[in-house]
């Protein structure tokens, strides 16, 4: 029922921008929280992101340092990893997470895809 469908991701050079992109179906974004987390090979995966449903508040995790911004669409029920000035260490497979009003933990995933950042 639910899907979530994450694009955008490749390779790009450190310093360089890419904006990642999760589809949602099933599901209403506007009510529901979504995030994007990431892992890298051998590591744990990682929260990056995430926006809320009602007031529309966004955070992200410390390594982010202001160079990743996390925003959605309503009408296009997508929301969005906007990646400026990446870094070698962001290399990894980036997942959308979403989770409905009430519950803590998210229960719908995407599959990824892979961010490639070369020096």
């Known amino acids: 029922q639910v899907q979530l469908v994450e694009s955008g991701g490749g390779l790009v050079e450190a310093g360089g921008s890419l904006r990642l992109s999760c589809a949602a179906s099933?599901?209403?974004?506007?009510?529901?929280?979504t995030a994007w987390f990431r892992q890298a090979p051998g590591k744990e995966r990682e929260f990056v992101a995430d926006i809320t449903w009602g007031r529309y508040t966004t955070s992200n995790a410390n390594f982010v340092k202001g160079r990743f911004t996390i925003s959605r669409d309503n009408a296009k029920n997508t929301v969005y990893l906007q990646m400026n000035s990446v870094e070698f260490e962001d290399t990894a497979v980036y997942y959308c997470?979403?989770?409905?009003?009430?519950?803590?933990?998210?229960?719908?995933w995407g599959q990824g895809t892979q961010v490639t950042v070369s020096s």
């Open positions: 997470a979403a989770v409905r009003v009430g519950v803590q933990k998210y229960t719908y």
């Open positions: 099933g599901l209403a974004l506007g009510s529901a929280g």
